[in-house]
């Protein structure tokens, strides 16, 4: 990411890069969550993680995201390892298995499918990417880089004008060992 950065920093965009050390893969955004279902929703994850294959991955191709028409977020695709074929089906089996066990908590259901990538930075301009971005990010000599995505972890955000702050709250390997489906809180008994 520090390579990438330094290639296109003579470009004089307008973009925020995102600080390597803060790079992740997002699974699912749960925005502002309640305090009191921060337990429920570490048991449903864990079961999640519990069931999910660790991924041998490597970095792609440069792709933008964002509005259709006016894309503004610069990414890296992530591929599956040539050693690992099954990379990217089980990123998608981990990523269905958070919706499916967290889909009333927080943010919601995702409204995209889920897309595997590293976010480098975000356009600042309203009309989001400059017009050469293709041009300029096609003579950029990208070679992957491969690592193992093994396990997921519930982050606290916090965005502030120096950028995010990320909090681990809680972290679990993929284990891809089947466990019991967490029980369900009971409700109150209503007569006494």
Request: charged content about 25%; aromatic content about 6%; hydrophobic content about 40%.
């Amino acid at each position: 990411m520090r390579t990438i950065r330094e290639s296109l920093e003579s470009q004089g965009w307008t973009i925020r890069w995102v600080d390597p050390d803060l790079a992740h893969l997002t699974i699912k955004f749960f925005g502002d969550t309640r305090p009191n279902q921060i337990g429920s929703l570490e048991s449903k994850l864990a079961f999640a993680a519990a069931r999910s294959q660790t991924a041998h991955v490597a970095t792609g191709e440069f792709i933008m995201l964002g509005p259709r028409k006016r894309p503004n977020v610069l990414s890296l695709a992530i591929d599956a390892a040539d050693d690992d074929s099954n990379a990217l089906a089980s990123l998608d089996a981990l990523a269905k298995e958070v919706e499916r066990q967290t889909s009333g908590i927080g943010a919601g259901g995702n409204e995209r499918a889920f897309k595997a990538h590293l976010t480098l930075g975000r356009f600042k301009d309203s009309d989001g990417a400059p017009n050469d971005v293709e041009q300029v990010l096609a003579s950029v000599n990208l070679g992957p880089v491969v690592f193992d995505i093994d396990r997921l972890l519930l982050v606290h955000s916090v965005l502030s004008q120096q950028g995010p702050t990320y909090t681990t709250i809680a972290e679990w390997p993929l284990s891809g060992t089947p466990e019991a489906e967490p029980a369900a809180v009971p409700e109150p008994d209503d007569h006494g």
